[in-house]
């Protein structure tokens, strides 16, 4: 059963949209949920989310978390084409003595001109 | 450049080999993790050291293993591979012991391909 569970899987927008992307989860002893945009190979970390209702931004990205409906979102406003990427969110919890990190299967955004 | 490097960055080998992926951490990051990224199993965390101790395991095969040696640099260990170990081997580090990949820096992982 999937704890991470990222929607939509895939989407094709154009430049200048606005697109949120999804992740909600079900994890006991949640610590951090992250977000990580991945282009051609390796996967770059955006944000870090601890808290509910603390919006992270940089750019043109933002993000926020609900502890208590259990899902963030990640908005990307005035999309360009170098936003094309996947969305990776990862949730990080307590377990097996430390710690257990699990991550969704991505978004795939597709920004056209 | 993320100032992290994996090698090799291809690798093909046969089934019931062994191999040794290798990465080197960004300059001053004591942690080094290990990532497994396949088409239909998305990307899973495996491992994690701080400075040469293990701090967190995740969905590591006992076939699998890792070290993290007193210059920081990290080995994955896969053995008795099978077809479904075929993926890209992710390597990140971050400053941080008790977290996952937060602020971490990614190499540019290792392809591997057992046929």
């Known amino acids: 059963e999937d704890k991470v569970v990222q929607s939509p899987l895939s989407l094709v927008v154009h430049e200048g949209d606005t697109v949120t992307l999804n992740c909600s989860y079900e994890?006991?002893?949640?610590?951090?949920l992250l977000w990580y945009k991945q282009e051609k190979k390796a996967p770059t970390f955006l944000f870090m989310l601890t808290s509910s209702g603390i919006e992270k931004k940089s750019g043109r990205l933002s993000s926020i978390l609900d502890k208590k409906e259990l899902f963030s979102i990640l908005n990307i406003t005035a999309t360009q084409t170098g936003d094309s990427a996947v969305y990776l969110c990862a949730v990080d919890y307590s377990g097996a003595g430390s710690y257990q990190l699990t991550f969704g299967k991505g978004t795939k955004l597709s920004v056209i001109p | 450049d993320s100032g992290v490097t994996q090698t090799p960055k291809h690798l093909i080998t046969a089934t019931g080999q062994r191999v040794t992926l290798r990465c080197s951490p960004r300059s001053g990051d004591l942690s080094v993790y290990w990532y497994q990224q396949s088409l239909d199993q998305g990307l899973q965390f495996l491992i994690q050291?701080?400075?040469?101790?293990?701090?967190a395991k995740g969905n590591i095969l006992e076939r699998f293993s890792a070290q993290q040696f007193p210059d920081l640099h990290s080995e994955l260990n896969l053995s008795s591979l099978e077809l479904g170990d075929s993926a890209l081997y992710f390597c990140?580090?971050?400053?941080?012991?008790?977290?996952?990949?937060?602020?971490?820096?990614f190499g540019q992982g290792t392809r591997l391909t057992v046929v």
């Open positions: 990140a580090s971050s400053t941080h012991r008790d977290r996952g990949p937060v602020e971490a820096f």
């Open positions: 994890v006991t002893n949640f610590r951090s």
């Open positions: 050291y701080y400075n040469g101790e293990e701090r």
